[in-house]
Nanobody
């Protein structure tokens, strides 16, 4: 059974930084595409970016240059480094694993990030 657990959320001031982690279990993590999404109150879930098994990344324009996704296959963990945070980055952040064989998606339960002074 695939399980994803996000951590690292919290309250941060505008301009600050946070690093989120997503620990995966029960999957062939090293061959899976991982992604980070976020959902602000009253908004639809938004794709932030993805990282391939070979660590190629892509990002939404809204976070490009501020957010960085990385992965540690040995620790089966994906990270989201968020810098220069803005109030509009406030959201619940989710990670997603796409099974490389079936194409099925698995989601974590999310971690809340609040950017406020």
């Amino acid at each position: 059974q695939v399980q994803l657990v996000e951590s690292g959320g919290g309250l941060v001031q505008p301009g600050g930084s946070l690093r989120l982690s997503c620990a995966a279990s029960g999957s062939d993590f090293g061959r899976s595409i991982m992604a980070w999404y976020r959902q602000a109150p009253g908004q639809t879930r938004e794709l932030i970016g993805t990282i391939t098994p070979g660590s190629s990344t892509s990002y939404a324009d809204s976070v490009k240059g501020r957010f960085t996704i990385s992965r540690d296959n040995a620790k089966t963990t994906v990270y989201l480094q968020m810098n220069s945070l803005k109030p509009e980055d406030t959201a619940v952040y989710y990670c997603k694993l796409q099974n490389f064989l079936t194409g099925l998606d698995y989601w974590g339960k999310g971690t809340l990030v609040t950017v406020s002074s």
